[in-house]
């Protein structure tokens, strides 16, 4: 029983790291664009130099 005053608070501490870790992300543009990744593989490649 004493095992949980361990890993309840290790639990919330990974939850709450988790949930700041989303909340940067998101507020400095890192699901901005979505659909040009997606495409990017699809344009071709400058041709090479001769």
Do not use: C, E
Request: a negative charge; charged letters at 15%.
């Amino acid at each position: 029983m004493t095992i949980i005053y361990i890993v309840l608070p290790l639990a919330l501490l990974v939850v709450a790291v988790a949930l700041w870790a989303f909340v940067w992300s998101a507020k400095s543009g890192q699901f901005d664009d979505l659909d040009t990744p997606a495409i990017r593989m699809v344009h071709d490649d400058a041709p090479p130099p001769r």
